[in-house]
């Protein structure tokens, strides 16, 4: 067998592979893939497991696997599997990845599309198993796919620099591009085949047997035309019968085929397949070649298949690599859908923190933290309702947009966020309020919060985050009771905790929920107290969960310790879920029960032995100052509601009078260019006019004798006086502009203000020096010059004064009106905004009927109103119009414009 073509490929291929460095050895990844959940978090694999179970991190990874490009990360994430930080500094890194992922994504996703898992097929070529055509082609794309990726990271503009964390993962990366040529030169991937250039026994193989096969296909079909013409056989006939070509021929007519061999025979006997004489040789040379080729295919296959095992190291190193990559890529697209933020780790501990004082710096500063898996399923669900919405409004014909995020804020199942402040120098959290309060969720977001940033993934909150890295993060949540080890609820409960004891660091997070629940009070108090304060020497942070009231007074006692409790409304008897730092909570379990429809006979004789348990007046003390703190909270939330509210309506003001301000001035340059257009209309009517005098008089001049000369030109001149008067405009105000000059307004008097749309306003302070008028309109005061305002009705001075001093108007030829025009109803300007619009859609008729009939009498006189009613059915329109014809208020309505039949215009007097 003759060696591959290797120097000719060496010498048509010999650009530089991707990266000029290749390692023989690559640098281990800061993560190792795959790597179990237990050994991440360095804890044995039973406690940490289930820790992980418990904070049900594996439904959060699930998640997270939607967001991957290929099947390796896909698996990684169902498996649970994904890379979380050993060190601060990887956990960093893993969180710089993924704001480098979403810088990119910005520019657009990258392509992972033709990244296949070939895991198996190098673990087949190590194996010594000869691997396919398909199999080399999916090794040679893969190969590609990866490159493609790190070209994109590296060549993408300006996002080479914003993908730097990125870069670092395949920077010592082994492209196999010299590989991936090999296979390139060797195998046509389109078609699956095996090129004749692979090799030079292969290629003079193929090009003897091409050969050959004409010779014989001509001297078999000149073998099968005898025969047909012999009447041997319907029609000529050339085929194959084992491995060997031959024609056809009946069996009484074998004759016609000299010195041939039969082969094989029709199932009824009546045909032969005969192979001639002269095409034993060429058949026999065609089995040789073609076991030959195969020989040489073989071969080729075998020297790709070495290569690929040659390469097992730097390939695996190469698929852990990219798969880090999406990994990263998956990490900031489940961190987008979430609106998550970037947490910050803090890896040093606060100096109260070896002291044990108290400090008004944060340790766990979070605010507005959603849990995952709930906004998960809330989102999932508010998706679902906005489809199935879109769906009814596009076949319905409506066509209303809806607003996502709107609607997803308004759900009630959309989880409640919850802020989460821990001093420094606190190193146990004691969580006291009733059941189904939000304890034990807001304990697990805490412990998720934990895990997430580990592994670089962004928390669902507000503003900056932080907390600290822990290096572990245990849990003892629910029930541990076991039958199959003899363990009761409490033994398997205390069992678990021995074991967080026994593994627990200085930067370790433990949460406990219901510590020492399940035995008696008393015993459970004491043991409660001695391990929350040997945890408070030995770990980071301990988070727990109790309805021992006893344990919310170690605070008293000791720095270390610091009270929450779950906010109860005693008003609606249910939890608002928010975490009220600082404070201890009552259990409100009688209140609960009371609220679900428990016998108030049970309720009293509980209370009775519950006052005998707990000293009156101390337990009234406490829920008096309860009480006064939440009303005082309620007080402080509704003034702030109250300001946000006032100044929402001063800009919605300010925004409404820009937009008049802006829709004015558009007035004045649309009327500026009405009235050029209509004097430059004017004017050439007018020189129409007298060049037409001017025409006539000439042609009158030629045949007009001397004595008729004289009143030509009377005539002519009378024409141009008449043309003239009718068209110079009046020498000197109007009696109304000059009344207007005069006025003088006085405070408290309702005057028109041009400049608002002469709409009416309040004089508040006379005229001085400057002629400027100060008038209210509505909540704004503004300065006018005292020529923008008019009053609202003419005086008798002012109308004796207009009466002596009247100018007839000049009127065209075409009007008839009187040259005194009557007094009009002045109405605000007809700008629709959302102050002047009344909606009626979606509004049954008589409470369409209703709303509109209270906003028609509590607008102000000479405004105009837009009623939007749609057009529908027809019946909210048609009451509309009935109120708006009978309404006293009402002096005109008409359509909005021609083509909108859904809105009508009210002119309210």
């Known amino acids: 067998m003759q060696a591959l073509h290797l120097?000719?490929?060496?010498?048509?291929?010999?650009?530089?592979?991707?990266?000029?460095?290749?390692?023989?050895?690559?640098?281990?990844?800061?993560?190792?893939?795959?790597?179990?959940?237990?050994?991440?978090?360095?804890?044995?694999?039973?406690?940490?497991?289930?820790?992980?179970?418990?904070?049900?991190?594996?439904?959060?990874c699930a998640q997270l696997s939607r967001f991957t490009s290929t099947s390796l990360g896909r698996g990684v994430a169902q498996r649970a599997t994904i890379p979380i930080g050993n060190t601060p500094e990887e956990s960093q890194k893993l969180l710089d990845q993924t704001t480098a992922a979403i810088s990119v994504m910005d520019s657009g996703p990258l392509d992972f599309s033709q990244f296949q898992d070939i895991t198996e097929i190098v673990d087949s070529a190590v194996s010594g198993t000869l691997l396919t055509v398909r199999e080399l082609c999916a090794v040679r794309r893969t190969l590609i796919a990866a490159r493609a990726v790190a070209e994109r990271l590296t060549h993408g503009g300006d996002s080479s620099e914003r993908s730097a964390a990125l870069l670092e993962i395949i920077e010592d990366c082994d492209f196999q591009f010299e590989l991936e040529q090999k296979i390139g030169f060797c195998i046509d991937c389109n078609l699956s085949t095996i090129l004749d250039r692979a090799?030079?026994?292969?290629?003079?193989?193929?090009?003897?047997?091409?050969?050959?096969?004409?010779?014989?296909?001509?001297?078999?079909?000149?073998?099968?035309?005898?025969?047909?013409q012999g009447g041997g056989i319907d029609k000529p006939l050339v085929t194959k019968r084992r491995s060997r070509f031959c024609v056809g021929v009946r069996a009484s007519h074998r004759h016609l085929i000299k010195g041939g061999v039969v082969l094989d025979a029709s199932s009824s006997g009546a045909t032969y397949f005969m192979e001639p004489g002269d095409a034993v040789e060429l058949n026999n040379l065609e089995v040789m070649l073609s076991n030959s080729e195969k020989e040489e295919e073989v071969a080729v296959l075998s020297l790709l298949t070495s290569e690929i095992a040659e390469s097992e190291r730097e390939i695996r190193y190469l698929l852990d690599c990219i798969l880090a990559v999406d990994l990263a890529f998956a990490r900031a697209g489940y961190s987008q859908w979430m609106n998550g933020v970037c947490p910050i780790l803090t890896s040093e501990w606060c100096t109260a923190a070896y002291s044990g004082e108290a400090s008004d710096s944060l340790l766990v500063d979070i605010e507005g933290i959603r849990h995952p898996l709930l906004l998960g399923t809330a989102k999932r669900d508010v998706s679902n309702i906005i489809k199935s919405k879109r769906e009814n409004s596009s076949k319905s014909g409506e066509g209303n947009a809806v607003d996502k995020e709107r609607f997803s804020e308004s759900q009630p199942d959309y989880p409640v966020p919850i802020n989460i402040k821990v001093r420094c120098g606190?190193?146990?959290?004691?969580?006291?309020?009733?059941?189904?309060?939000?304890?034990?969720?807001?304990?697990?977001?805490?412990?998720?919060?934990?895990?997430?940033?580990?592994?670089?993934?962004?928390?669902?909150?507000?503003?900056?985050?932080?907390l600290p890295w822990f290096d572990l993060v245990l849990a003892d949540i629910g029930d541990h009771q076991s039958l199959e080890q003899s363990l009761s609820t409490f033994s398997g409960h205390i069992s678990r905790i021995c074991k967080i004891l026994e593994v627990t660091s200085e930067r370790s997070l433990v949460l406990i929920d219901e510590i020492c629940s399940g035995t008696d009070p008393s015993e459970g108090v004491a043991l409660s107290a001695s391990i929350l304060r040997y945890l408070g020497s030995r770990v980071n942070l301990a988070i727990v969960t109790t309805h021992y009231a006893d344990l919310s007074r170690l605070k008293e006692n000791d720095s270390r310790f610091e009270n929450a409790a779950m906010e109860f409304c005693l008003k609606t008897l249910q939890p608002t879920y928010q975490i009220l730092w600082g404070s201890t909570g009552d259990s409100n379990a009688l209140s609960i029960a009371r609220s679900i429809g428990f016998d108030s006979g049970i309720i009293e004789r509980a209370q009775i032995w519950l006052d005998k348990l707990r000293p009156e007046m101390q337990q009234e003390r406490r829920g008096l100052l309860y009480q006064s703190l939440v009303e005082e909270r309620g007080r402080l939330e509704a003034q702030a509601g109250e300001a946000a509210s006032l100044h929402a309506e001063i800009m919605e003001i300010y925004n409404e009078l820009q937009e008049e301000a802006q829709e004015l001035d558009k007035r004045v340059v649309d009327l500026m260019a009405q009235e050029t257009q209509q004097v430059q209309q004017d004017v050439k009517a007018v020189k129409s006019a007298f060049q037409s005098v001017l025409q006539d008089f000439d042609n009158q001049l030629r045949t007009t004798s001397t004595e008729q000369l004289n009143?030509?030109?009377?005539?002519?001149?009378?024409?141009?006086?008449?043309?003239?008067?009718?068209?110079?405009?009046?020498?000197?105000?109007?009696?109304?502009?000059?009344?207007?000059?005069?006025?003088?307004?006085?405070?408290?008097?309702?005057?028109?203000?041009?400049?608002?749309?002469?709409?009416?306003a309040t004089v508040v302070e006379a005229p001085g020096d400057d002629d400027a008028v100060l008038v209210q309109y509505g909540k704004i005061k503004v300065r006018v010059n005292k020529t923008d305002i008019r009053a609202t009705r003419v005086t008798k001075k002012s109308s004796s004064s207009s009466s002596t001093r009247r100018i007839k108007r000049q009127v065209r030829p075409m009007d008839s009106e009187s040259a005194i025009e009557k007094p009009k109803e002045v109405y605000g300007a007809r700008v629709q905004t959302s102050r002047n619009t009344v909606d009626l859609r979606g509004m049954r008729v008589e409470e369409a009927a209703l709303h509109l009939s209270t906003a028609l009498s509590a607008v102000e006189p000479q405004s105009v109103v837009f009623v939007v009613h749609g057009t529908g059915t027809g019946a909210v329109k048609q009451r509309t119009l009935e109120i708006l014809g009978k309404h006293p208020r009402v002096s005109k309505y008409e359509p909005e414009s021609a083509t909108n039949f859904g809105c009508t215009v009210a002119y309210v007097k």
């Open 7 to 60: 120097n000719r490929f060496v010498s048509i291929n010999n650009s530089p592979p991707f990266f000029s460095i290749h390692r023989t050895t690559p640098k281990p990844l800061l993560r190792c893939f795959p790597i179990s959940s237990s050994s991440q978090l360095g804890s044995p694999n039973s406690l940490q497991s289930e820790t992980l179970q418990a904070l049900e991190w594996d439904s959060l």
């Open 199 to 228: 090799s030079e026994d292969l290629e003079i193989i193929r090009s003897e047997r091409k050969q050959n096969m004409e010779n014989l296909d001509a001297l078999l079909k000149a073998a099968s035309t005898r025969v047909y």
């Open 426 to 466: 606190t190193r146990v959290v004691v969580i006291s309020g009733p059941n189904t309060g939000g304890k034990t969720a807001s304990m697990k977001t805490l412990g998720v919060a934990s895990l997430m940033s580990k592994a670089g993934l962004y928390l669902p909150a507000l503003n900056a985050p932080k």
């Open 711 to 760: 009143a030509l030109v009377k005539k002519a001149e009378t024409r141009i006086a008449s043309i003239a008067e009718a068209n110079c405009p009046a020498p000197s105000l109007s009696g109304r502009e000059t009344n207007m000059v005069s006025y003088t307004p006085e405070v408290g008097e309702k005057v028109h203000v041009k400049s608002l749309g002469d709409k009416l």
